[in-house]
């Protein structure tokens, strides 16, 4: 086994959420009439109210989707379309550090000329300015897409304070919180925010599963037509196993979250303080505890090449990214680290509910060995490549 330090890609099950995916593995389809069907359906139903209660809003305001990527393509497409036919191309304001699944849709309804799209940068540790981003704001501005922590980073923006600023102007404010659930309070009335995205697999529910939140009110038009599952805004049979155990592991990461987030901020300053003193390894980020996630440390190595640090992670045996986890695997230049300027191979450790302090020790001492012979073997092949995006 691996010493795992890729919570930021996937955190493993937590027992809550393996016990409802398994005992609801075989269940019937919830649509159906008969009393397997309703029983089932029970299921679903149950895991809506705890996820409404995890993030403070009512069962009706959520919806079950395959993942973060369709709650925010579910969020940003449908929030456009809603808004689109008024004779006027609808404006988007959104930044420059968004993942994939938020940046991308966007960036193709603006190709097909759907949005006018105003990209606000963030600023050199990861966080956008909340008076920039309200200053990019238009009348005719119909959603900002602001994400409340980023994966690669882990810095956390103000997105209340950017809802509140907002709060008199009719454009809908979405959230990717994918990040932030596992470690921080996400109340949607504190947030003050219309949309919200969300990943079971983020905080020890299963991978295939997501949730949105869209609160009562917010037109959004579906993606996906059928058999109108979810209110007609989300077609398709439930998943119901998946549902079940994404409830139940939100339920279980929502009891655990401050004592986690502690525990995880105490890993965090050590591996720190540990690694920054090694010759060319710095830290990315906010410094202030409270605008940064406590799962994360993300450090750029001078002189590395993403090759080295690959192979060199695999051989001692750390599953830890050298970039966000990406689609096809593929290493590529990331946006988020161009966007603030940064330079370096990143190294990005995430943390979770399965980590201990052995592991954090362990990890320690096997990367002040390794970091600096990838440091020597780098030398005089051109090392330290460019910024390489992170898996997810
Ligand atoms: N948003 C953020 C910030 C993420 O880190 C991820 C993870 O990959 C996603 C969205 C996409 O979530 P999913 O993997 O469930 O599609």
């Not at 097909?112 to 956008?128: F, M, N, P, Y």
């Not at 994404?246 to 987030?261: F, K, P, V």
């Not at 890993?267 to 994360?296: I, Y």
């Not at 191979?345 to 995430?350: A, V």
């Amino acid at each position: 086994m691996s010493l795992y330090l890729d919570h930021a890609a996937t955190t493993p099950l937590r027992p809550e959420a393996r016990r409802a995916l398994e005992s609801w593995r075989d269940a019937a389809n919830a649509s159906a009439a008969h009393a397997d069907g309703r029983h089932a359906r029970t299921a679903v139903e149950q895991a809506r109210e705890q996820v409404a209660a995890a993030i403070g809003c009512t069962p009706h305001e959520i919806v079950f989707t395959s993942g973060g990527t369709e709650a925010d393509n579910l969020a940003v497409k449908g929030v456009v379309w809603a808004a689109a036919g008024r004779g006027v191309v609808p404006h988007v304001v959104t930044t420059a550090v968004e993942h994939a699944a938020v940046i991308e849709p966007l960036r193709w309804l603006a190709s097909r000329g759907e949005i006018a799209l105003t990209v606000v940068e963030a600023a050199s540790d990861g966080r956008v300015d909340p008076e920039r981003l309200v200053d990019a704001v238009r009348p005719d501005t119909v959603l900002v897409a602001v994400m409340a922590a980023n994966n690669e980073i882990g810095a956390i923006n103000d997105v209340a304070s950017i809802a509140t600023a907002l709060a008199d102007h009719p454009c809908v404010v979405h959230t990717d919180a994918v990040q932030m659930v596992a470690t921080r309070n996400l109340d949607v009335a504190t947030l003050g925010i219309d949309t919200m995205a969300l990943s079971a697999h983020k905080f020890g529910g299963p991978q295939g599963v997501g949730v949105a939140y869209l609160r009562r009110g917010v037109p959004v038009v579906p993606l996906l037509h059928g058999g109108g599952q979810d209110r007609g805004v989300r077609s398709g049979t439930f998943a119901a196993g998946l549902i079940a155990a994404c409830g139940a592991g939100l339920a279980a990461a929502e009891a655990d979250r401050a004592a986690l987030a502690a525990r995880l901020e105490g890993f965090s300053d050590r591996m720190t303080q540990a690694l920054t003193v090694l010759e060319g390894v710095t830290r990315t980020g906010p410094s202030a505890t409270e605008h940064r996630l406590a799962s994360h440390v993300h450090l750029l190595l001078e002189d590395v090449t993403s090759e080295a640090l690959s192979l060199g992670l695999d051989s001692v045996g750390i599953a830890a990214s050298g970039g966000a986890a990406c689609g096809s695997g593929a290493a590529k230049p990331s946006h988020v680290l161009t966007a603030i300027g940064a330079h370096g191979t990143p190294l990005r450790l995430t943390t979770g509910w399965t980590t201990t302090a052995a592991d954090i020790e362990r990890a320690i001492d096997v990367l002040v060995d390794l970091l600096p012979r990838l440091r020597t073997s780098a030398a005089g092949v051109g090392g330290g490549l460019m910024n390489l995006a992170p898996v997810s």
